[in-house]
Nanobody, 127 residues
Framework: DVQLQASGGGLVQPGGSLRLSCALSGFTLADRAISWFRQAPGKEREGISC????????YTADSVKGRFTMSTNGAKNTVWLQMNNLRPEDTAIYYC????????????????????WGRGTQVTVSS
């Protein structure tokens, strides 16, 4: 049974940092690319970061470039999203996603490309 579980969200002040975790079960990063999405109220779900199953290619949206990075553990069953220099516009629900047909990241990750989703975690950036 394939499952993804995102965690680590919370309330942080502008300029602060958070690290989100995506726990994988039933598969590992070695099997499928993992992508992070976020959805702010009233907005579409946006793909912000992706790492391929071979960890050789990544995608980072311009909106988070230079601030957000993805990494994984040795067992490749956890994928992290390190978020630095957070801004109020980063406030959203964050989701991790995968798809059995995607060992590599799409050129631009879109919601329709991914069939497996974890429950989101809320990130609020506010003073």
């Amino acid at each position: 049974d394939v499952q993804l579980q995102a965690s680590g969200g919370g309330l942080v002040q502008p300029g602060g940092s958070l690290r989100l975790s995506c726990a994988l079960s039933g598969f590992t990063l070695a099997d499928r690319a993992i992508s992070w999405f976020r959805q702010a109220p009233g907005k579409e779900r946006e793909g912000i970061s992706c790492i391929s199953s071979d960890e050789l290619s990544t995608y980072t949206a311009d909106s988070v470039k230079g601030r957000f990075t993805m990494s994984t553990n040795g067992a490749k069953n956890t994928v992290w999203l390190q978020m630095n220099n957070l801004r109020p516009e980063d406030t959203a629900i964050y989701y991790c996603a995968a798809d059995p047909k995607l060992p590599f990241c799409p050129v631009v990750p879109r919601q329709r490309d991914f069939s497996s989703w974890g429950r989101g975690t809320q990130v609020t950036v506010s003073s």
